[in-house]
């Protein structure tokens, strides 16, 4: 097989579920457990951070990624989902996986495959683990897909697990209430292994607390000693996140810039800079002047996309894939305090997200330009638009987000806002 058919033969056999939602999610870790042990157990051939969360993970996993490339050590990324190239989901100091080890993992493990009939998600953790292995990464950062006790991940025995905070997503998997999400997430903790956590949350905290007593853990939360400010700058001439950063009251960083310039960064700082503390004192060396450098250079060091992006400047035009009702409100937010005259959003979702609490956010005074992205969990653009405007929003339904975006772009006046957003794969057609 060549790549594109390999592609095509994982796509076709396994279950994907970015593409089908729930039936492609494996509520156990047999799967993985099964395939590990035929490719004779890479994850235990490396050291690695464990990162979960509800909102960030991929961006904390990016930045701490980013920070251990410019420390000088051997850095394997695993992310998910992908933008654009399946490869993004696997890097080493940045460089995606080349087509041809994809190519080679699928032939060599195509019986295994077979017989073990894992989803996409498990054999794609299986060819990362293999693959840091086969490289010799000296460290590899691991996100979770979802959930995290019985994420495919989860079978990693990490020297510093993350927790970057807790809200509602995947309810129809993870559970209907914060506690019980929370419950999921803590299930990365294991015995003996450090946790830090990024968010205070009162209501789920002693989840964490006692979870990491009942493993002997030590536990950070990283907003009990860093506290990171956005400093104030204009926003219209700046693509950068500008901010202040103190360590148990002290001034840390008097200045501090991101190329992440979403205000929710604030937050994902605040986790990364507990987690580099954390790893110092456990034996990973980051000195200070690598923090600042990875966090100023992640877009080029880790090819993160998607993330408060300025896609043009005439219209300006932005897109995010936060996705969620927390993530949705820090864009809206942010949306607010851009300067612009009109908003046009292009807006989509997957179909089985809890889309009115969602659209109840948005404001009424945009123009809406609905559309589906091209997967089969994305909702219908003609249904979307429906419901919309049940919640008081007005527009019209496009049969692609190419088509929408370039309706809005159409509208726009030079001083309006064009956004992209929604859904993660919404995005994914627009960068």
Known sequence: MNYQQTLDFLYSQLPVYHRIGATAYKSDLDNTIALCNALGNPQNDFRSVHVAGTNGKGSVSNMLASILQEQGYKTGLYTSPHLKDFRERIRINGKMIPKGTITRFVS??????????????????????????DKKVDIAVIETGLGGRLDSTNIIQPLLSVITNISFDHMQLLGDT?????????GIIKT?????????????????????????????????????????TSLSDSDLLCMTVRHNENLYFPELSSPLAGFYQVKNITTLLGVCEMLNKYGIEIRKGY????????????????????????????????????GI????????????DKLHFVFGVVNDKAIVKILELLPRDATYYFCKADIPRGLNADELKKTAGKAGLAGNSYPTVKSALEAARRNAMKNDLVFIGGSTFVVAEAV
């Open 108 to 133: 060599k493990y195509r019986k295994s495959i077979a017989s073990i009939e894992p989803s996409f998600f498990e054999m794609t953790v299986g060819m990362a683990f293999e693959y840091f292995r």
């Open 178 to 186: 914060l506690e019980k999400i929370a419950y999921e997430k803590a």
């Open 192 to 232: 003996g292994v450090p946790v830090v956590v990024g968010e205070t949350q009162e209501q789920i905290k002693d989840i964490f607390v006692t979870r990491s007593r009942e493993t002997g853990s030590e536990l950070l939360f990283a907003d009990s000693i860093y506290e990171v400010k956005k400093a104030e």
């Open 291 to 326: 923090i600042r450098k990875g966090i100023e250079h992640v877009l080029e060091n880790t090819g993160l996309a998607g993330r408060w992006q300025v896609l043009s400047r005439t219209p300006l035009t932005i897109c995010d894939t936060g996705h969620n009702e927390a």
């Open 329 to 340: 409100r820090e864009v809206l937010n942010q949306i607010r305090q851009t300067p612009h």
